[in-house]
């Protein structure tokens, strides 16, 4: 929040595009046992991010802004949950599964797809958005 105002600050009096782009998660969105502390974070950085959309409608060449839920990446974090404890992470099948099904992405492709939707002319239309969902 305080790197998006320092930007915003900076950048007030720039004739071109401005874009702020926030990675979220689709956790912001849907909560998940044992995991509070990662989606309260997630799904606040969402709702700062409609705030920040409105407040940036209401001045002369406003930001752009979004909060990008990139998919579901096959990360360390990905590799910590398939390896809990199933009793004190239930949803622990279900990590275990996209990744024996193939539905990770690399971090390479997920990039592509975040700088994709960066560039696409309709950034900002929504605040908060999924590349699943593009």
């Not at 997630?42 to 409608?57: I, N, P, Q, V």
């Not at 839920?69 to 996209?98: C, K």
Request: glycine fraction near 8%.
């Amino acid at each position: 929040m305080l790197l998006t105002a320092a930007f915003l600050h900076a950048t007030r009096d720039w004739r071109g595009a401005r874009k702020v782009l926030n990675i979220s998660s689709g956790l912001g969105r849907r909560a998940m046992a044992s995991q509070a502390g990662y989606c309260a974070a997630k799904a606040g950085m969402d709702h700062f991010t409609r705030c920040l959309a409105l407040d940036e409608a209401l001045v002369p060449n406003g930001a752009k802004v979004c909060s990008l839920a990139p998919g579901v990446i096959d990360t360390d974090m990905q590799v910590q949950l398939r390896g809990a404890d199933a009793a004190a992470f239930p949803d622990r099948g279900r990590f275990e599964r996209l990744k024996s099904e193939g539905q990770l992405s690399s971090a390479d492709e997920a990039a592509r797809h975040v700088l994709a939707y960066l560039a696409r002319p309709d950034f900002g239309t929504e605040p908060v958005a999924d590349v699943r969902h593009a």
